[in-house]
């Protein structure tokens, strides 16, 4: 059986409304803080991608009841200690979230679990999450002294930690931060950047107590919290591929409704008002504790800039179509340390680099990111997700800028984040 490809050709604009599928990141963490609350949660709005369905299949797994119904997905909380083993592995699929948030709350349980997933995900890096909860007392084995996936996870008797971590990591932070829940003592996480805090975020909503100092977040061991009324705003990241195809393309005018708008997800929307991009916020407000707005986009002139430092973990996801709007921006665009892209669902640095020059874009490869020379245009070409979900989106956006007809091969993996994206895009894509 061939793998599905996405073919798409020159639009003229990107015109319309549409409200992207719910925010990956925030569904992940509402589904596993609302089956160790205690009482019942309503999920709204929850993605729907493989990736969240992998972290809401495990879950059932170890107990968890959860029904559909009209108004969202009810999950019957059981508490921290509600738990059960599972009868078999747990399977992550190509999510690595799942399994390093799981980690997190399995190395807290008393009990054992087996964590793995695909060939993609049984080559990402562990070790971050691995050794902080060894010295927590977790008991985590995994291929190579634990840097690879299968994990095998011997849960329960953890100890409160301060953890300094080297990478600002949302992944790492809430692993942490959810085998602190079982922890005696308090545990803290410091970071040299502040990464995503939906987590702290979604704690605060259900009554956890946690504290928020700066880079430094604690929970206390044992400290429970009730369920609650979740609503998941839009997915920015998902957002992002079409904001970025409106910003290129002269003439677009697209709506975006009910997204996430954290500020420490907002980092793509802040690079392109740099470059010059016409964007506007409309209809701010907050919701569960996180900020909602619709996002409206207006194609023009971009320029190249400089993308560094603190603004790096705010739009680490967004950086494939980044790489794309660069390619139609005036003068340079320099990304820099971004190493992080080198583990994620691919190389993310070196897929670019290959996808985008079968298009004619001019890249120079770095080893922490990548220099970008906006000639104006690309050419349409046939190209490889590399199995990645957010190539394959910014390949298809490329496409839409570019001269002629592209094929990108091995679509499929977009599913794991954006189920409907083919549809959405024919929708707005004139």
Request: glycine share 10%.
């Amino acid at each position: 059986m061939s793998e599905p490809s996405l073919s798409v050709s020159t639009a003229r604009y990107l015109k319309g409304e549409f409200h992207p599928p719910g925010d990956k990141s925030i569904t992940h963490r509402a589904l596993i803080f609302a089956s160790i609350a205690r009482g019942k949660s309503v999920v709204r709005d929850l993605q729907r991608g493989k990736d969240c369905l992998a972290t809401l299949s495990a879950l059932k797994m170890m107990g968890i009841e959860m029904k559909e119904e009209e108004d969202g997905l009810v999950v019957y909380g059981q508490g921290l200690k509600g738990l059960k083993e599972p009868a078999n592995i747990l399977d992550c699929g190509n999510s690595g979230t799942t399994m390093r948030l799981l980690a997190g709350l399995l190395a807290g349980q008393k009990f054992y679990s087996v964590l793995s997933g695909d060939r993609y995900l049984r080559k990402r890096p562990m070790q971050r999450v691995v050794e902080p909860l060894k010295r927590m007392g977790a008991r985590v084995f995994g291929r190579k002294n634990g840097e690879f996936p299968p994990l095998t996870i011997l849960g329960g008797g953890l100890k409160a930690m301060d953890y300094s971590s080297p990478i600002p990591s949302a992944q790492v932070k809430t692993c942490l931060l959810l085998a602190g829940l079982y922890a005696k003592g308090r545990t803290s996480v410091t970071e040299p950047y502040r990464s995503r805090d939906h987590t702290e975020r979604l704690l605060k909503f259900l009554g956890a107590k946690i504290e928020v100092n700066d880079l430094r977040v604690s929970v206390e061991g044992n400290d429970s919290f009730s369920g609650a009324n979740i609503w998941v705003p839009g997915d920015l990241s998902a957002a992002s591929f079409f904001m970025g195809g409106a910003a290129i393309l002269k003439g677009s005018k697209l709506k975006i409704l009910q997204v996430g708008l954290n500020p420490t997800r907002r980092g793509f929307i802040d690079v392109l008002l740099q470059m010059g991009a016409d964007i506007e916020i409309l209809n701010l407000k907050k919701i569960c504790e996180e900020k909602v707005g619709d996002i409206e986009v207006r194609g023009g002139s971009l320029r190249g800039v400089v993308v560094q430092g603190q603004t790096i973990p705010r739009l680490i996801d967004e950086i494939p179509i980044l790489a794309v709007v660069a390619c139609f921006a005036k003068g340079e665009t320099v990304i820099r340390q971004a190493s992080e892209l080198r583990v994620k669902e691919t190389d993310r640095i070196r897929a670019l680099k290959i996808e985008l020059t079968k298009m004619g874009a001019q890249i120079e490869e770095k080893e922490d990111g990548m220099i970008i020379k906006g000639i104006g245009k690309l050419e349409g070409a046939q190209c490889e997700s590399h199995g990645d979900h957010r190539i394959a989106m910014a390949l298809v956006v490329a496409g839409l800028c570019a001269r002629g007809k592209t094929q990108v091969l091995d679509s499929g993996c977009i599913a794991t984040s954006f189920p409907n994206f083919e549809r959405a895009l024919e929708e707005i894509a004139t």
